[in-house]
């Protein structure tokens, strides 16, 4: 057990519908990141947080995702109409100071029907 | 950016052999390399890392070699066991605070008894 909790850990949802992702991380993950994970590849970065501050995304972020750290504890990740292409893993990830290691989450997979 | 390549896709071998996956990458500035192992319906989870100030690092069964020269690393994992079937990753970054972690795509690990 990582500590990190990820839910939902499915969602099943309509093109064109808005879906919202949230990551637990444990208090000592200072920084959180998001990754996507489709089927048969390796995590892809999408974003990261340093505390609250969101200090990186990448250019699969599309303007549609939206991601926050309030209070540097939680975060949540934002789809906004969504599309097939979006259906995948989408993890999270604490790191805890001094250390490179990512403890990821089970991850929430999201469907696009 | 960092480009990391992984070989081979899928693996099979029968238990108590040895298994060996190899990762090459792009970016010569990059200087930490882990490898995730990730379970069916769970987030990747970190096994072995090593940095670039050495070239192997064993932990009982699993080992990873690095060349920094010729840009590659391995992962060896000797007396495989069938709990040992699983997706191995590896990834590698800049190991600087909030530089992500660029993943492999993974290898298919099974072991047959």
């Known amino acids: 057990d990582t500590g990190v909790s990820q839910n939902p850990r499915h969602k099943i949802t309509k093109r064109g519908q808005n879906v919202t992702f949230r990551c637990d991380p444990i208090?000592?993950?200072?920084?959180l990141y998001w990754y996507r994970q489709t089927l048969g590849q390796g995590p892809e970065f999408l974003t990261y947080?340093?505390?609250?501050?969101?200090?990186?995304k990448s250019r699969l972020l599309s303007d549609r995702f939206s991601a926050e750290r309030p209070k540097g504890s939680f975060s949540t990740l934002e789809i906004q109409r969504t599309e097939q292409g979006d259906s995948a893993m989408y993890l999270c990830?604490?790191?805890?100071?001094?250390?490179?290691?990512?403890?990821f989450g089970e991850g929430s997979r999201l469907t696009v029907l | 950016g960092e480009n990391v390549e992984q070989h081979p896709s899928t693996l099979s071998v029968q238990e108590g052999d040895s298994a060996v996956i190899k990762c090459t990458y792009s970016d010569s500035a990059s200087n930490y390399f882990p490898w995730y192992k990730q379970e069916l319906g769970k987030g990747p989870q970190l096994i072995i890392d090593?940095?670039?100030?050495?070239g192997e690092k064993k932990d009982q069964r699993i080992a990873v070699t690095l060349n920094k020269t010729a840009k590659h690393f391995s992962l060896h994992i000797t007396e495989t066991q069938p709990e040992d079937s699983a997706v191995y990753f590896c990834a590698a970054s800049k190991g600087q605070a909030g530089t992500a972690l660029i993943f492999g795509k993974g290898t298919t690990l099974s072991v047959s008894s």
């Open positions: 990830a604490g790191v805890g100071q001094g250390t490179g290691e990512l403890f």
């Open positions: 947080f340093q505390n609250e501050a969101q200090l990186e």
């Open positions: 090593i940095r670039s100030n050495v």
């Open positions: 208090s000592e993950h200072n920084r």
